[in-house]
């Protein structure tokens, strides 16, 4: 089961969020049929989405967006409350670097990350940052320094088995909030320098519990466990809502055309079909 814990540690002035996300992103890596370069951006993007979602209320929804100009083109994550779904545009991408290692620095390339944040608010809220390094991790970190002013560090790791399937994936959020003593901080960057890296944790096995004892050398307050799920919301109703917003004169060409149409969720793959009588029905309707 993948679960996110949330903790305090420094006289609740830092607050640390850890999961695991075995099971979504090894379910999205056989979806898609991913490679190594692709699975591993698009892990690391699916488990700092489902952080990210659990900062925020129910009901609450982030739109996540990393575009690069590197081969496996733009990811798109959205993460409500312990709810993730996303897609990219090439899951097939597989470059080594230098030393055989896989690359997703290459792969990822330069470009931007854009979140887009519906809050129920009378308008979504939108911000950005660069896309630094292409590692997800570092970029991340910087987003949440640049665009949202919140002093943070973020660690993400998936490990793959030799046959390129997801062994393990996780990773922690870190975030300094107001009132944070200057000490608690120097502690807390010197813990990092010590921590061994995220991939290694969770290649070990470690828990989300186990990724907080390492991170606060003990010294932390679990609050609350959230279970994490990949949940597509996609049904054949709300792409005829979708169909209807093409307008009449353009479902009537398409239903003297073609007689059908087929849709696929890019989020879960599933296809929907429509028919001659169903076009019919719709263009009723309308």
């Known amino acids: 089961m993948d679960y996110l814990k949330k903790a305090y540690c420094m006289n609740k002035t830092v607050r640390i969020f850890s999961c695991i996300t075995t099971d979504m992103v090894s379910h999205y890596q056989k979806l898609f049929n991913m490679w190594p370069s692709s699975t591993i951006a698009f892990g690391k993007t699916l488990t700092i989405s489902a952080i990210m979602g659990c900062t925020y209320k129910s009901g609450e929804r982030l739109n ?18 312990g709810n993730v779904r996303g897609y990219m545009e ?17 792969a990822v390339g330069a470009g931007e990350i854009e979140v887009i944040k519906d809050l129920n608010m009378r308008e979504p809220f939108s911000s950005s940052s660069e896309i630094i390094e292409g590692d997800i991790s570092n970029d991340f970190t910087y987003y949440f320094t640049k665009s949202e002013q919140i002093p943070s560090s973020v ?7 030799t046959d390129s399937t997801v062994k393990a994936s996780g990773g922690f959020l870190i975030q300094i ?5 200057d000490e608690y901080i120097t502690e807390l960057e010197k813990n990092l320098k010590e921590l061994k890296p995220i991939t290694q944790m969770i290649d070990e096995g470690y828990s989300p519990e186990d990724i907080i004892n390492e991170i606060t050398k003990g010294d932390y307050e ?6 994490l799920h990949h949940n597509c919301n996609c049904s054949k109703e709300r792409f005829k809502k979708g169909l209807k917003s ?8 398409i239903l ?23 076009l019919k029905e719709i263009i009723l309707e309308m």
């Open 64 to 81: 996540i967006f990393v575009k690069g100009d590197g081969p496996i083109g733009k990811i798109t994550v959205e993460a409500t409350f």
């Open 90 to 106: 090439n899951p097939g991408v597989y470059l080594e670097n230098n030393n055989g290692g896989i690359n997703i620095t290459k």
């Open 155 to 161: 660690g993400l790791g998936v490990s793959l088995n």
């Open 177 to 181: 909030m107001p009132g944070c003593k």
């Open 222 to 227: 679990l609050l609350d466990e959230i279970e």
């Open 246 to 253: 093409l307008g009449k004169t353009t479902l009537e060409e």
């Open 256 to 278: 003297n055309e073609d007689k059908k149409v087929d849709i696929k969720c890019n989020f879960c793959n599933t296809n929907y079909h429509f028919d001659e009588d169903e």
